[in-house]
């Protein structure tokens, strides 16, 4: 009994160990993880885990995560600006998200949540400008969040009127990154945009966000195992027509030659009833060879 | 009977043999396409004409060409076009049969064999800084009985045995920071001296052994006015220089080591001086050439360094070097325009002052520009005395041999250095001109085909076959000048760096017209212009008929964004300019938009380094056009230097000083910026404009259907590691890697984003209808290696349901905007290729039925045709039975190169730059035109020529068989009339 104990205390351990392995020589494979937080955590005034104290991003609470004891997690934060259309930028919301350092160096964000700011009563009417003039609504992104801006900002647009197709505003944002650089974001609604266009304000004004990181994926290279099939020339017999048949091939000689076979049958039919009436079958050959009916017909005569 | 039945199984056979001529035969080499072979702008001349059966001439070029010339009819004998970083320095011909040609910067030195080219030996002089290449030969020296040459480069001289090329000895000169202009070495003397400048105010020359390099003597002297610019030799003791500020001319004698300097102010030597003088590169002892603004003088210089002007030579003036006659005299060719003709005069300078020997008024046509270069040689006439050629080079590039008052032979060299190509339609056959005229009447018709007839039955004599090749090679339909059936009868409009525009047929090459434009001259306001781009810029094809279709050339005088930008607008039948704007705004890019006028000219917008946008043509309606659609209209700009990718659009009328309706400022709508320590952008492609696709579903094999996702906003972009950007071994496979992205350029969504680990650029990249394929090298394999990246659309994929089609549920109508997030998917596949490539292109159809080949520009200067297929991403090592029949080839490493998939067959297009692909009218066929040193042009059809019959079908072969098989009718008719008779009888 307690063999089984221990053998299962055992395999238990080993399973954990393996978990714990996998989990971390599986890095390399993760960094293509598409991270979708659920909606309910980019809804405006969302529970958020940690409210933002400061509005200035900053790095902080590192801390080594006591599960894999490799990585270090810390909390980031870059805020989201807006414009409307030739308008400055100015602050529009916050994102916090996890920076999580691989072992191997890299790092990337997890647990991406945001917060949008109430909108002005200014913001309101710029908007509804926007909507009417049909013109642009711009957001922008600092393109490195360790070293904020960075080199510079990333910029997005959509037509207002796209992001007010129904009571609230509803925006999605996907965000292409590279470590903990910004390549990119796409902002637009989260559907499509309508058309015929329609211009009307929104009548809710508070903003349904999801958000979306993006990072690369890496090529694949399909192996080949079967080099020696394929043999010197590299497009081996693919190139080669399929065997067809010998209707398929010869189609082009044979119905001439029928024609010709029924043609001297049917004379053959016509000649005299003493000739062929013995034998019908021989003169299939007799006509299929024109040198051998010849003859047979010159004699006759 | 039954020889009716033989004759038709005769005939039948005969015919069904004679359908199947699909892939190029030798015979057929030249019928479709043509190749010409050029040099480029001749740099330096070196005539090789004494004691020789082929009078050559050697020449090295602009395009990095050393090319030996045929002295009679201009032919290359042979040609080595070297790469483009190994610049030619200096050519010349050593021992009366090597050509020494040194380049990189006085780095390399080969010597070619005279007669066939063969390269003979080659030395690398390597040195540790970069300083003026110098070759000089002598005519008899030799050490140890071996001749030899004295090379000056990188801070070192050398002496080179010009037999095997092996260093005899090196001397470096660098260490006193001189700065070497000159070699001089007078034949019998022990020394060879080296002069040149020490930091702008000092003269330096050294003194070295000719044996052994041996350091004999080193001087130096101030002089306080300081030097600027280069300095000329005079004679072997004296050289002169222009002062540190332009006013005056100082001269330089050297004796034994003593210098004395002589400064002669330029006001008093020519009359009306103001400023910037140059001293010309020719040589001619005892003088020197003077250019100004407005003149150029031919100056002597005295025993004791003063000057004398010998004569004035007036404005636009080329001097060739001085030609050494027998007697010690000396003589040297000038020319001139003058009322549109060209006056060369070969002056004899002799102890009694100067005369002319030989005046000649040649008439060239006025598409030529101004003389650039001249070289002269001299031969011994008839009557024994001395008769002179010249070679000159023209501003359009072109070279013309000139004896005896005529052209002996012209060469458009111009067309080595081409820098854009647009096509043109040709006119449609005008109902006057009678088809009868053009074609041969019907009896030269039907010799023709029965010539063809013999041919296929192989029952003709060689004559025969000579007088087939012959008919098929000038058919008299291809050179036509109007439009054909098949669209395979075009005009290439090119444009050369030397401004100059030609349309050359696509028939056979000629040049149909030519054009020096005036906008892209030399001038007193644009000093360094250059041609950017061509565009259609009027193609009247619905209304607008009567006028003819014309092309707008942009260009920019200097090589910065900023400088300001110069505009004409060509007829393409004609080759007139019809309209001409210069000192525009900077040119920074051009948009053709998809609007046309009234007119049919195509509305194009101007983006000038400020980011404005300008609309052309400056019309009311064309603005009217534009401004309706304002609001659609967007574009991308990659700045490679920064790394950030920018989408902008239009937004209002510019604030300038002074109002223009037709300026635009723009805004920033999206950007993607690229890390600047991961990524750099190495190469982008868009889809061509003009492509049409045909179908947008794709069905597979298993009765799937696949939406490509077909935008014409797509844009590939690949950025690499910049460490990586420089050759092959200045990064590591860990730390490098290519990404490649599939941006939309009108709402900047990354819509694909991928990583190669290990891969480095170059990167050259096609992009069409739906798929991309592009071209690196992969560290990891040690390969160049290609991937394609498919996508297809999501959003369209339910669509596969009949039921919803009948129904109308479908989405296939519905609108597409680009502010909707696409559903995309993107398939992709690697394959190992063996060749790096110089360029990259894809076939373009009028439908886009017809399957596509990806042509690929290779390093040997080939074009090489490679079918889609191959670079499917859905091929997978074992396809299905329904993939088999699909047409996917099994999945391999590596795509095949096959030999006869090469679109240049035999030829080589030299230097390789580009490769333009047209659609013909006929669907199956594409037009490919390939430039570099060489054009090259040849039809393609990717999937055969299924919907025409082949050039050389044999309609005669036909009509004979149609009459054959009528008498036959008749023959079997009255035989089995006769033989009906008999039974009855009987």
Redesign the interface.
Known sequence: MATTTIAKILSWFFLLNIVLQLATTSFAFQSDELLVDDDEFGLEGGRLPDPPPETRPVTSARRRSAESGSDLDSKIQFQLEHAFG?SDFSPAGTFTARLKTWPNGGQTLTKLRFSRNALSQTDKENFKRLIEG?D?Y?IRLP??LLNQP??????????AR?LSQRDALDE?F?I?M??V????V?Y??????Q?PRVSRPPTKWSFNSHTLL?Y????L??P????A??GE????E??KP?ERSFWAKYW?YLI?LGL?VMNAMT?AMNMPEEQGAGQPGSQGPQAIS??G??PAVRRR? | MNMAIRVYLLLFLALSYSYTAFSLYEDQVGLMDWHQQYIGKVKHAVFHTQKAARKRVVVSTEENVVSSLDLRHGEIFWRHVLAPSDVIDQIDIALGKYVITLSSGGSILRAWNLPDGQMVWESTLPGPKASKPLLLVPVNFKIDRESVMFVHGNGFIHAISSINGEVIWKTELASEGINIQQLIYTDGSDTISAVGFVGTHRFGAYILHVKNGELLNYKSMEFPSGFSGDLSLVTDDTAVAIDSIGTSLVTIQFHDGLFSFHQTRLSDLIQDFQRAAVISQSNIPGAFILGTANSITLIKVLSRGELKVVEELGHATAVSDALFLPGGQQAFALVQHRDGKILLTVKLDSDDGLSNLLEETIHLDNQRGKVQKVFINTYVRVDRSNGFRVLIVMEDDSLFLLQQGEIVWSREDGLASIVDVKPAELPVEKDGVSVAKVENNLFEWLKGHLLKLKGTLMIATPDDVAAIQKMRLQSSGKSKMTQDRNGFRKLLIVLTRAGKLFALHTGDGRIVWSRLLMTLRKSETCQSPRGISLHQWQDPHHHALNQNPSVLIVGRCGDSLGSTGVLSIVDSYTGEERNRMEHVHSIAHIIPLSFTDSAEQRLHLLLDANRRAHLYPRTAEALDIFQRELGNIYWYSAETDEGILRGRSVQKNCVLEEADNFCFDSRDLWSIVFPSESEKIAATATRSLNEVVHTQAKVTAEQEVMYKYVSKNMLFLATVTPKAVGPIGSVTVDESSLIAYLIDTVTGRILHRVTHHGSVGPVHAVFSENWVVYHYFNLRAHRYEMSVIEIYDQARAENKDVLKLVLGTHNLTSPITAYSRPEVSTKSQSYFFAHSLKAMAVTLTAKGITSKQVLLGTIGDQVLALDKRFLDPRRTVNPTQAEKEEGIIPLTDSLPIIPQSYVTHALKVEGLRGIVTVPAKLESTTLVFTYGADLFFTQLAPSKTYDSLTEDFSYALLLITIGALVIAIFVTWVWSEKKELQEKWR
Not at chain 1, 150 to 155: F, L, N
């Open positions: 030739d049909d642009f711009q393109s490195n960075g080199r510079e900002h990333v910029i997005s647009s959509v037509k796209c999605h996907v292409n590279d470590g650089n910004v390549l990119g796409n637009g609604a989260p559907g499509s945009c058309y993006k690369s994926n890496e090529v290279r399909t080949v195992f079967t080099e099939v394929l020339n590299g497009e081996g693919e190139l399929p082009m001439p010709i004379q024109g040198r009916q010849a005569n």
